[in-house]
């Protein structure tokens, strides 16, 4: 079993930064692959980011079209964490973010939430404009 927990969640302004941390528990997440997912209210959840396995030693980080450019996936294996740089926020990134973890998916599945087994219970995130 893993557990995840977010945490940096806040209200920020319009252009604002934010980081977002997802700790890991239970057993090492480094050969997992890892997302960030986004709920806004009465909409389905989202697909942000995900840092899979390409190969053996390298992993490749993927971005949602509506934050490439702006957002940065990383993880550090040494702290079990998955963290989320946010830039030059806008009023549309309000939503409840997710960190997800699953020993399984691939670069085929990435966007799916529904392909990871494992997920943080969220922190909100509200831009003002």
């Known amino acids: 079993q893993v557990q995840l927990v977010e945490s940096g969640g806040g209200l920020v302004q319009t252009g604002d930064s934010l980081r977002l941390s997802c700790a890991a528990s239970?057993?090492?997440?480094?050969?997992?692959?890892m997302g960030w997912f986004r709920q806004a209210p009465g909409k389905e959840r989202e697909f942000v980011a995900a840092?899979?396995?390409?190969?053996?030693?390298?992993?490749?980080?993927y971005y949602a079209d509506s934050v490439r450019g702006r957002f940065t996936i990383s993880r550090d294996n040494a702290k079990n964490t998955l963290y989320l740089q946010m830039n030059s926020l806008k009023s549309d990134d309000t939503a409840v973010y997710y960190c997800?973890?699953?020993?399984?998916?691939?670069?085929?599945?990435?966007?799916?939430?529904?392909?990871?087994?494992?997920w943080g219970q969220g922190t909100q995130v509200t831009v003002s404009s």
């Open positions: 239970g057993r090492s997440v480094s050969n997992y692959a």
């Open positions: 997800a973890a699953d020993s399984r998916v691939t670069e085929l599945a990435y966007s799916s939430p529904h392909k990871y087994q494992y």
């Open positions: 840092h899979i396995w390409h190969d053996a030693r390298t992993y490749y980080a």
